[in-house]
């Protein structure tokens, strides 16, 4: 029972900085006048909002793969920055989607194409774990090497994704 409370607690834990670290990161992209730890202060305010809204994407694109994946894949690309305009603009979950949608809208393909490159690039990043005989001694060495670069990269894949945002929003100005 004990052990079972604290994998739960370490599971909330995880999930709570995880979440505020990468609202933290969003914000430092956003307004680097600030210190690190400012900012990560600052994130706890974004923290409910953001991971409602995040829930609320993952459902909708979960029921919308069970429907069909094309459309879920559509409407993943519309309503992906929904939590930037949470953290960005203080909207409401629901109306962080349609601004999303409204914001993607026109620049569709273009979005898509940009994910799609950091989808080959992440990719072909895990194509020799593929590759490698499973548990040999390569494969155990490539999994540590792929893991420290997830580990890494992590960041700049959401900054990357950020920016992205942010130039949709320029083009709709």
Do not use: C
């Amino acid at each position: 029972a004990v052990f079972g409370l604290s994998a739960v607690f370490s599971i909330v834990m995880i999930i709570y900085y995880s979440t505020r670290l990468k609202i933290a990161m969003i914000l430092l992209a956003r307004d680097s006048q600030f210190s690190a730890k400012e900012i990560f202060i600052n994130s706890k305010k974004y923290f409910w909002p953001f991971l409602w809204t995040s829930l609320l994407v993952s459902l909708v694109i979960i029921g919308g793969a069970i429907a069909f994946v094309i459309p879920a894949l559509i409407f993943g690309v519309y309503v992906s920055f929904s939590t930037y305009i949470i953290l960005e603009e203080g909207k409401k979950p629901r109306q962080s989607l349609k601004e999303s949608y409204s914001l993607v809208k026109g620049y569709w393909w273009a979005t898509t194409g940009r994910f799609l490159l950091l989808f080959l690039f992440l990719v072909i990043l895990s194509l020799p774990a593929a590759i490698l005989e499973e548990g040999s001694s390569a494969a155990v060495f490539y999994n540590l090497l792929y893991n420290l670069i997830s580990f890494l990269i992590a960041h700049y894949l959401v900054i990357y994704s950020y920016k992205i945002y942010q130039n949709l929003k320029e083009l709709k100005k």
